[in-house]
């Protein structure tokens, strides 16, 4: 599994059982394949526009997420306010862990993508920061 070039960001790979007759089974477990306690689950699904972009924002410290695209696929791009990479997520298995100060933009879903993200704390708009200037200064400050 290749590695990010970004900080804050890593792939993180579930079991995956069975096989092409039976299908497949994954599974995630709080404190154990996801490093975090889960406190919430969403979900984006139904993005009907392949130009439509999703995310184009970055948490602030205390809030990590793993997004998996369970069906379909979506492309990650990611920057830390000095380099950046990107990856395409279409393995159900495999999840992209997003941790803080991150700027991160979802592009090129499929019609069919479906894509869970585990969080570690609850939905509070103060963790965002949803300006990119803003992201580079604090970044820069380190606050
Ligand atoms: P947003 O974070 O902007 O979505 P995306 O990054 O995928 O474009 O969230 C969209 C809306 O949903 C926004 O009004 C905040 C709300 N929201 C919640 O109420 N709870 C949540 O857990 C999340 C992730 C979003």
């Known amino acids: ?19 092409e007759k039976r299908g497949y089974l994954s599974f995630m477990e709080s404190l154990r394949s ?10 984006i699904y139904g993005v009907g526009d392949s130009s ?17 695209c369970i069906n379909g696929s979506v492309t990650f791009l990611l920057d830390d306010g000095e380099r950046k990479d990107e990856y ?27 894509v869970l993200v585990v969080a570690s704390d609850y939905y509070t708009e103060e963790l965002y920061i949803r300006d990119y200037d803003k992201f580079i200064e604090y970044v820069h400050r380190g606050e």
């Open 34 to 43: 996801i490093p975090f306690e889960i406190k919430r689950v969403y979900y």
């Open 88 to 114: 395409e997520l279409k393995d159900p298995n495999i999840g992209i862990y997003i941790g803080p100060k991150l700027w991160h933009t979802l592009v090129n879903f499929s019609k069919d993508a479906i």
């Open 1 to 19: 599994m290749n590695e990010l070039n970004v900080r804050n960001c890593r792939l993180i790979e579930l079991p995956k059982i069975g096989d």
């Open 52 to 68: 439509a972009m999703r995310g184009e924002h970055a948490h602030k410290e205390n809030l990590e997420q793993i997004f998996f």
